[in-house]
């Protein structure tokens, strides 16, 4: 529905554009072996905003209650103004909503429900990129316990002759450090345990069949041996204020063996003010539990 003054709503236009246009992604000026993208959108453009937080929002939802189509459908009925849930509906709610965004009456901290949103943006982007070379034909969802140890982010593709994979380590940055500080940290994790990582992700996909069961069946040899299916990405989300004219130009001096062109991959995303955002993504989410 429109508002009264007949614009549209921030879940109308988010229905209508998706976050890499709300976002403007582009490909990031290259130095080195990492390719990356960086999409930013200013403090200033409150309606792309609004409409970013809502995408975010309804993804991290929806994720959470996967194949509960009902507790998904209540909710964004309520968030778009609909009836009021029943006690059931928003018991059912919180529980799947409340590890990632916390719930008003147990909040979660700020840096947790960062941590959160960054994944989000991140899982969105990536279903949402179009390439010429490749298909994205699988992809993990966020964690259901943000804090849990393990990878951040997996994703498989179809590419001529072969499935390809990218592990991701996915960070927020809100500090006033330099972001080559958290990129730093993200290369030291994905260098230290990235065969940790892969051995969780091969345990939970266990039950993928055909050719993307047997890539999960190989993920930690794959990178062991550096095999051409095997790459890396790192992630940051920060504010508009951090964004960056170049970076990732070191990732390939920590991850060595996979220093090939595409095998590393970067994205960044400066969205307003990212704390202010994380908050407003954290308040649509508690709209749809309004009683």
């Not at 069961?213 to 041996?225: F, N, S, T």
Request: charged share 20%; with cysteine; hydrophobic share 40%.
């Amino acid at each position: 529905m429109a508002t009264v003054d007949g614009t549209q709503t921030s879940w109308e236009r988010a229905a209508t554009t998706s976050l890499t246009s709300l976002l403007e992604v582009v490909q990031g000026a290259q130095r080195g072996s990492c390719v990356w993208r960086k999409g930013e959108v200013d403090q200033a453009a409150p309606e792309a905003l609004e409409a970013a937080a809502w995408t975010v929002a309804e993804t991290g939802v929806r994720a959470r209650c996967a194949g509960a189509v009902a507790s998904f459908s209540a909710w964004r009925r309520r968030a778009t103004g609909g009836a009021v849930l029943s006690p059931n509906e928003r018991a059912a709610l919180v529980a799947f909503v409340s590890a990632g965004f916390g719930v008003p009456e147990a909040q979660r901290s700020a840096d947790h429900v960062e941590g959160h949103v960054a994944e989000l943006v991140w899982f969105l982007l990536t279903q949402e990129e179009h390439r010429d070379d490749r298909d994205l034909r699988h992809i993990e969802r966020p964690s259901f316990y943000v804090t849990s140890p393990g990878g951040d982010g997996l994703a498989v593709y179809d590419e001529p002759g072969a499935l390809t994979f990218r592990l991701w380590e996915i960070k927020k940055h809100t500090g006033s450090s330099h972001l080559s500080s958290t990129t730093a940290r993200a290369y030291k994790q994905l260098a230290d345990h990235a065969p940790r990582y892969l051995a969780q992700y091969t345990s939970t996909g266990a039950g993928h069949q055909g050719d993307l069961g047997k890539l999960y069946a190989e993920l930690v040899q794959l990178w062991l041996d550096a095999a051409p299916q095997a790459g890396a990405g790192v992630a940051v989300a920060t504010s508009k204020s951090h964004s960056p004219r170049r970076c990732f130009s070191t990732m390939g001096q920590h991850l060595p063996h996979f220093d090939d062109p595409g095998r590393l991959e970067g994205l960044v995303t400066a969205i307003g003010d990212f704390s202010d955002f994380t908050r407003q993504v954290r308040d649509v989410v508690w709209t749809g539990l309004s009683t």
